[in-house]
T-cell receptor
Framework: GESVGLHLPTLSVQEGDNSIINCAYSNSASDYFIWYKQESGKGPQFIIDIRSNMDKRQGQRVTVLLNKTVKHLSLQIAATQPGDSAVYFCAESPNSGYSTLTFGKGTMLLVSP | DTEVTQTPKHLVMGMTNKKSLKCEQHMGHRAMYWYKQKAKKPPELMFVYSYEKLSINESVPSRFSPECPNSSLLNLHLHALQPEDSALYLC???????????????FGQGTRLTVV
């Protein structure tokens, strides 16, 4: 289940389940959105991106959905594996040519074998 | 090579010390970034360099001084830091292709800085 603790919201799932991580963004001028995975002691790792002229994009085992009407972004991970355990950040950027990313608060995904 | 390399991995410094963080990429990216990340918080943008020129400074205190000696290197010079500056400092790079389209930013592993 999903819980909001004192720090990061946490999503706990069983191996093989599908996971959905949600993110609300704030800037209606944002044009570019990315999901990053950050494992303990490491830098953020790119998972998938989507531009504002799209509402869905699929990668390998991951799907990003964008709803600009309600400024909502979600990351779906199919057949979640223990190696998917990490903190997941959504990030938004205005259409500027730079990746001046504003990150969301992050969600910790815990996958049990 | 899709790697951004940061050194050192860990750094402990006193409040009167001067130190530098280094970042290197060989992807031909012309935009480079410094982000600061406190524990259990998201990264926050500090500086953006484009074609070796400082383009964005997010109101960062002057005790942090960035430098871009060439298109592959980015430094962050530190002087008279405070304990609250302890954090993970992340370097990133992206293509800056001269259009308004954003591209993926690649992050380094970060330097874990502790100010004592």
């Amino acid at each position: 289940g999903e819980s909001v603790g004192l720090h990061l919201p946490t999503l706990s799932v069983q191996e093989g389940d599908n996971s959905i991580i949600n993110c609300a963004y704030s800037n209606s001028a944002s044009d570019y959105f990315i999901w990053y995975k950050q494992e303990s002691g490491k830098g953020p790792q790119f998972i998938i991106d989507i531009r504002s002229n799209m509402d869905k994009r699929q990668g390998q085992r991951v799907t990003v959905l964008l709803n600009k009407t309600v400024k909502h972004l979600s990351l779906q991970i199919a057949a979640t594996q223990p190696g998917d355990s990490a903190v997941y950040f959504c990030a938004e950027s205005p259409n500027s040519g730079y990746s001046t990313l504003t990150f969301g608060k992050g969600t910790m995904l815990l996958v049990s074998p | 090579d899709t790697e951004v390399t940061q050194t050192p991995k860990h750094l402990v410094m006193g409040m009167t010390n001067k130190k530098s963080l280094k970042c290197e990429q060989h992807m031909g990216h012309r935009a480079m970034y410094w982000y600061k990340q406190k524990a259990k918080k998201p990264p926050e943008l500090m500086f953006v360099y484009s074609y070796e020129k400082l383009s964005i400074n997010e109101s960062v205190p002057s005790r942090f001084s960035p430098e871009c000696p060439n298109s592959s290197l980015l430094n962050l010079h530190l002087h008279a830091l405070q304990p609250e500056d302890s954090a993970l400092y992340l370097c990133a790079s992206s293509q800056e292709i001269g259009t308004t389209e954003n591209t993926e930013a690649f992050f380094g592993q970060g330097t874990r800085l502790t100010v004592v």
